[in-house]
């Protein structure tokens, strides 16, 4: 499709969705699309940009899409543009500025109150990294909202790449007040049987509304007999890889646990795919955006990997707090009230747009080296 260059960007990032537009149907990018039969968001990603890597696209139309396999005929959706805006919007930088002003005009408690001690992983861009601009877009988006909703607190950041760390040892020592971010499952479902890490996420912590959601994609060779697999039940006897640390809930919700299926558990996103090209296991799972970064670092091109269309889950990210915190539903309840103002404002999606780009700009310049 593209020369090598092209294909490593091409699935590069989902970033890539917007800055890639020129590529290919440039005239879709920066528009409103109307569905038409037999549409996914991967299919119409790489009608618009080159690229089956659509995480943009669902952030851009979050509140109306529910399946990226399964959009309803006739729906409308916003396609982002170069720099991530939306369509007869404002850029990101505009109203990232705007908001800024706002809070700078906003009159702030005079009252000494100790700063707000968030700790994050590093190197998972565009999610938290030191190289970007704020810390990656979810420190960005919590740095900033104990700055919205009438808050005005001071916070601290630090960087803690073991995050297994960070609910064993860091918030239940009360060395850190949040953590940033984690997959938390829906904990009111008691229908499945709980793993000792779902358990400590439900038990042990409290969390925001979501931050981000994401779609988690199940990655195989194109001939596997799962890459078109209809539904979980015919995941049946696969060995799935997904990372150490990383949340099951969604596979335990489906019944994929042992002895259905053998899962493997290697350090990184790169590990998994190696696992499912070398025959180690049969399917790779996690993030879109993960996904695509990893086959870009492998520099692998596009069908040499494919995301099974038909199988998918959803996760949302939040910024949690360890119950024996005293403060901690204090902490959350403030996020909160930044976050869902940042929602209204267009601000949550302006912060990630920004980063996203700045992210793509940075492994385009990787890529040309």
Request: with cysteine; charged share 20%; glycine share 8%.
């Amino acid at each position: 499709m593209f020369k090598q260059t092209a294909k490593k960007l091409a699935i590069a990032t989902t970033a890539a969705v917007a800055l890639s537009a020129g590529m290919a149907s440039a005239q879709q990018a920066c528009t409103n699309y109307t569905v038409a039969d037999g549409d996914t968001l991967a299919t119409i990603a790489i009608t618009a940009y080159g690229t089956s890597n659509y995480q943009q696209i669902f952030n851009a139309n979050r509140n109306i899409v529910s399946n990226p396999n399964d959009l309803e005929q006739g729906l409308v959706l916003a396609l982002p543009c170069e720099d991530g805006s939306l369509p007869d919007g404002r850029s990101a930088q505009e109203v990232i500025a705007a908001e800024e002003n706002r809070f700078e005009t906003t009159r702030r408690s005079n009252v000494y109150e100790p700063p707000i001690r968030l700790v994050t992983g590093g190197n998972w861009a565009p999610f938290s990294d030191e190289g970007l601009n704020g810390g990656g877009f979810v420190t960005r988006l919590a740095t900033t909202a104990l700055h919205r909703g009438g808050n005005s607190r001071d916070y601290s950041v630090s960087f803690v790449s073991d995050w297994g760390a960070h609910l064993e040892t860091l918030l239940p020592l009360g060395a850190f007040d949040i953590s940033m971010a984690w997959y938390i499952p829906d904990c009111s479902n008691r229908t499945y049987e709980w793993s000792e890490n779902t358990h400590r996420r439900c038990t042990q912590l409290d969390g925001t509304v979501s931050v981000y959601d994401t779609v988690v994609g199940f990655y195989t060779l194109p001939e596997s007999e799962y890459a078109r697999a209809g539904s979980f039940e015919e995941f049946e006897g696969a060995t799935i890889c997904r990372m150490d640390s990383w949340f099951t809930h969604d596979l335990e919700e489906k019944g994929m646990v042992s002895p259905r299926v053998e899962m493997i558990r290697p350090i990184t996103a790169r590990e998994c795919i190696d696992a499912v090209l070398n025959g180690t296991a049969d399917i790779a799972s996690f993030e879109v955006q993960l996904a695509a970064d990893a086959m870009s670092d492998m520099g692998l091109t596009q069908g040499e990997l494919v995301e099974n269309p038909f199988v998918n889950t959803f996760a949302s990210l939040r910024f949690v707090t360890h119950k024996t915190n005293p403060y901690g539903r204090q902490y959350i309840a403030m996020l909160n009230r930044g976050l869902n103002e940042m929602r209204e404002s267009g601000e949550w999606y302006a912060i990630i747009s920004d980063t996203l780009r700045e992210h793509n700009e940075r492994m385009m310049a990787a890529a040309g080296n």
